[in-house]
């Protein structure tokens, strides 16, 4: 009998957490993402609504398991929300004080519903051995949407607050969800993903008291919103991505800011195309026949008033906020997305307001490439937090 006893001892601790036990069991499906009627009050967000096994490409090979969730967070207004993510956890004992905890933000898929990670795992596939590699390390990994991405509403893209509540509030959730999961959290991120991860890095004194913020990890973090965007809608030549990246950036503005009516200043042509980044992907939105038929400077009419949008954008420039915990920032020097100048003067910014950083640029690296070029440093640099 006492053989029996420790067999089965044994076994609990490799098995996902009796707690899956009272949660409710998502629909499959889409219908996962269409959240209850009724999600309870704002002083609930990072509670859990549902769960269900993740299977298929999405997943991370070296979890003991992978689970969707459904959790709540709070929009914009402040009320209650859905977000939807993905947990990851380990195999094997946890320490002591439970699994530390990996929170993943992800870089730009688009805000159609369908570029949601866990509804579209190939948008962010190059990074799924990086993150198995942290599993492997032991970290739990948990990694959101983002509000309004694959459930209800207009994801705010690059509205800093509502990234970063979700980036926060689905560690809540997985805590609900698995107990072995600990108090100490690191947050990372790549692109929109280093941007997010920056604006919970700073909210989550306040956000998420409870837990225990280690350090951040920032991959090649868009910043210096405002200024992009002045420049961008001055720009005539036709590149690829860049007026559908314009495009998103002035949609997310806009869901958090109806009030704006930036359809109205829109061009002809491009007013014909917005609709589309409600129902299409980054990549898809690129296309000639998308808005990489048109240029930046084709966006809006000549002489509409842009002040108010522009102003509301730098609101959420990462290099006004305030970071306590140690940061890792790593940038390619050849990319030309997220333009290595504008990481270096984020980098003074955040230093001079007393963040502790440590600031590494890759050669040659570009910016879909930063993640995996960095990912032994910021691993080290990770597991070192947790010593």
Not at 79 to 101: C, H, M, N, Q
Not at 163 to 178: F, K, P, T
């Amino acid at each position: 009998m006492r053989g029996l006893a420790l067999l089965l001892a044994a076994l609990a601790l490799t098995l996902p957490a009796a707690a899956t036990a009272k949660v409710r069991t998502g629909p499959s499906g889409v219908a996962f993402y269409k959240p209850p009627a009724h999600l309870g009050g704002a002083k609930s967000h990072g509670s859990l609504i549902w769960g269900r096994k993740q299977t298929g490409a999405g997943t991370l090979a070296p979890a003991a398991y992978n689970d969707l969730v459904l959790y709540r967070s709070a929009g914009v207004d402040g009320k209650p929300i859905a977000v939807s993510g993905a947990v990851a956890v380990p195999r094997g004992k946890p320490p002591k004080g439970g699994w530390p905890i990996l929170t993943w933000a992800h870089g730009t898929t688009g805000i159609a519903d369908v570029c949601a990670p866990t509804r579209a795992p190939v948008a962010v596939s190059y990074v799924r051995r990086d993150l198995g590699d942290f599993l492997k390390a032991g970290f739990a990994v948990v990694s959101t949407d983002y509000q309004g991405l694959g459930t209800p509403g207009t994801h705010m893209y690059l509205v800093g607050r509502e990234e970063g509540r979700s980036v926060l509030d689905i560690v809540r959730a997985a805590r609900q969800l698995d107990p072995r999961l600990g108090k100490r959290v690191v947050i990372a991120g790549h692109s929109q993903g280093g941007h997010a991860a920056l604006w919970a890095a700073a909210l989550a004194p306040k956000w998420t008291p409870e837990l225990d913020l280690e350090g951040t990890i920032a991959y090649a973090p868009a910043s210096h919103i405002e200024t992009q965007a002045r420049i961008l809608i001055g720009l005539s030549a036709r590149t690829p991505g860049l007026t559908a990246l314009s495009a998103l950036i002035f949609r997310g503005i806009d869901a958090a800011n109806p009030s704006l009516h930036l359809s109205n200043l829109l061009t002809p042509q491009a007013a014909a195309l917005y609709p589309q980044t409600l129902t299409q992907c980054l990549g898809k939105l690129s296309q000639q026949s998308e808005f990489g038929s048109l240029s930046p400077a084709d966006l809006f009419r000549a002489g509409v008033p842009l002040e108010p949008a522009f102003k509301l954008l730098g609101e959420s420039d990462p290099e006004h906020l305030k970071i306590h915990a140690p940061l890792y920032i790593a940038q390619g020097s050849a990319d030309n997305t997220v333009i290595p100048g504008f990481t270096d003067q984020l980098d003074s910014a955040l230093a001079a307001a007393g963040t502790k950083i440590d600031y590494k640029k890759y050669a040659g690296v570009d910016h879909g490439g930063i993640v995996t070029a960095a990912h032994q440093d910021t691993l080290a640099w990770a597991r070192a937090l947790l010593r």
